[in-house]
């Protein structure tokens, strides 16, 4: 699902306009183009900062990145599942590492120089299971959900 999501979002960052998902929910922001953003992307590569105090390298691939109308960028991940019910929200115990995830993702971005939101957003894609036949085919629940990192 990684994949098909940077593919449909690239395809509007290269027209410089809205996906219909931030379309859809009103958000004030559309695919970012930035020089970086294909390694900051790349697993094994990614985001990178030298905290040199503790002479720690901290690395995260991020899935997307996007920026508002005040030029602050906004720090996206992907997530897919099959589930009984959509995902709608990040209320789970288990969750809880995602959003340490997203956190991560912003400090690292914001050490590379960006004016990053504390806003980050999850696309999170739901494979439907109530079809009665699979068909070669799986249809999916797609869901923004918006987190406030710290």
């Not at 960028?73 to 590492?97: I, P």
């Not at 894609?125 to 799986?138: Q, V």
Request: proline share 3%; aromatic share 12%; charged share 35%.
């Amino acid at each position: 699902m990684d994949h098909y999501l940077k593919q449909e979002f690239d395809i509007h960052r290269a027209k410089d306009q809205q996906h219909p998902l931030q379309k859809e929910y009103g958000i004030d922001a559309k695919p970012a183009p930035h020089d970086e953003l294909d390694e900051w992307r790349r697993n094994f590569g990614g985001v990178k900062y030298l905290h040199e105090p503790t002479g720690l390298l901290v690395t995260g691939a991020i899935d997307d990145l996007w920026i508002d109308s005040k030029s602050e960028y906004m720090v996206v991940d992907y997530k897919a599942t099959a589930k009984d019910e959509a995902v709608k929200a990040l209320d789970k115990e288990w969750q809880n590492g995602y959003k340490r995830q997203m956190e991560v993702y912003q400090w690292l971005v914001r050490r590379n120089g960006l004016k990053v939101s504390n806003t980050g957003y999850f696309v999170y894609c739901t494979g439907i299971m109530d079809r009665e036949a699979f068909d070669k085919r799986i249809d999916f629940d797609v869901n923004l959900i918006a987190y406030e990192g710290e």
